[in-house]
């Protein structure tokens, strides 16, 4: 059964925004006993059942991401949150006296091997997922839980797809809540009139965010004066977007891209000695990590971002992220470890056992997650609704003097 999709969250994330102003890869398996102590993400939904016979036991969690080629950073990330997380829980007793136990498997950002990550996972004994990191993989694989009943959460699967199964939901926000809130902020924020959006026409993530946008921005008195696609076959030379961009009087150019892509068009663009705002979504995060990157090129970059390393509930989290990985934290990590914390809440809610089967774990779960309630990195008392989307508040942030401002 599919669920009625809804963009309830529009509203919310509106007027959020206007009051406004790495680890390395590979397959691992985070056992019972991890002793990191770490941040906040408290979680609530207590619902007075007996859990007695939930105590002892493993409950184990699946997580599947790009480990290993372009788009790694994301799920190395969504990795090591996930990990950090079950550390955390475990150090401090468990769920019900329950130990979590984790396992991630790469999929490299493509659809195919994500469904073999799942059913490697599946044959491990993963009673729920976490993932698919990447918007595409992520709809596979829910085609396959949703067959099998198995509960997904996936940290950062953005487009409407991701979430259409009644077993799967999201911790970050839809494509189409991206591109409204972005338009809105830009609008109310007064930040250009003129846009150029730069886009990706091959990936659901670019085109989902970029549709939202443009229908939004008329209605802020923005101006498209250039609206230019690329595809991953040709993600390496924007002189002809850039070009009708800056010839059109351009004041800002809209990027709902990955950074990976977003840096090579920075470096162009200056090249060009174009220099307009840039703003971008959440694929944007990370753009200060690419190998040789010249971050000056990001100096007053804009993203819609869940989450900041510079804001005080994420500092517990960052130490402790920094300590174990080596390197600072981003949304997707933040996201991750949000999930783990959720699953902790709806086992809680439910009252589940250690060795139920992951059908049962599904069923209990798809109740559960509607009644809980997590303090997280992502958002403070962040909830879902039935369709699997979050509620929480979105923020903006800019890159000023090399780290991510709060706005």
């Known amino acids: 059964m599919k669920k009625l999709i809804t963009l309830g969250l529009t509203a919310a994330m ?27 993400g408290s979680a609530s939904g207590d619902s007075g059942a007996d859990n007695s016979g939930a105590a002892g036991g493993t409950f184990k969690i699946g997580v599947i991401g790009p480990l290993t080629g372009p788009a790694a950073s994301y ?20 769920v019900n006296g329950i130990m979590l136990e984790s396992n991630a ?11 073999n990550a799942y059913n490697t996972l599946k044959d491990w004994g993963a009673q729920v ?9 992520c709809i596979a694989v829910a085609a396959e839980t949703s067959n099998d009943n198995m509960f997904q959460i996936t940290p950062s699967g953005s487009a409407v797809e991701c979430v259409a199964p009644e077993n799967v939901f999201r ?17 109310e924020n007064k930040l250009a009139t003129k846009i150029a959006v730069i886009y990706d026409s091959s990936t659901t993530y670019s085109s989902g965010i970029r549709e939202a946008f443009v229908k939004e921005a008329a209605s802020q008195g923005l101006e498209i ?49 174009f220099a307009p705002i840039f703003f971008g979504c959440d694929g944007m995060d990370g753009i200060l990590t690419v190998k040789n990157f010249d971050t000056s090129l990001a100096e007053g970059l804009m993203l819609l971002t869940p989450f900041s390393t510079t804001e005080d509930s994420s500092k517990a ?24 914390y959720a699953i902790k809440a709806a086992i809680e809610k439910s009252g589940i056992a250690a060795d139920a089967d992951y059908s049962a774990v599904c069923e209990a779960f798809k109740t559960a997650m509607t009644q809980i309630s997590i303090d997280g990195l992502t958002g403070a008392g962040m909830t879902w609704n039935a369709a699997g989307e979050p509620d929480k508040a979105p923020k903006a942030v800019k890159i000023v003097n090399g780290v991510y401002e709060m706005q």
């Open 14 to 40: 509106v007027a959020s925004l206007v009051g406004c102003g790495s680890g390395s890869g590979g397959n691992t398996a985070t056992e019972a006993e991890g002793t990191t102590t770490a941040a906040q």
């Open 75 to 94: 799920g190395i990330a969504v990795q090591n949150g996930a990990d950090l997380a079950v550390k955390e829980i475990n150090a401090a007793g468990g």
């Open 105 to 115: 498997q790469d999929d490299e950002h493509d659809p195919q091997k994500s469904v």
């Open 129 to 137: 997922i976490v993932g698919s990191t990447t918007s595409d993989p």
């Open 171 to 187: 911790v970050c926000f839809a494509d189409p809540d991206q591109g409204t809130a972005s338009a809105v902020y830009i609008g």
């Open 225 to 273: 004066v250039a609206d230019e696609a690329f595809t991953a076959d040709n993600a390496t030379d924007f002189s002809v977007q850039l070009d009708k961009a800056k010839e059109a009087g351009a004041e800002l150019v809209f990027l709902p891209i990955y950074y990976q892509e977003a840096s090579v068009i920075l470096k162009q663009a200056k090249d060009k000695s």
């Open 317 to 340: 989290f960052t130490e402790a992220y920094v300590a174990a990985y080596g390197i600072e934290p981003n949304q997707f990590a933040a996201d991750s470890y949000d999930a783990v």
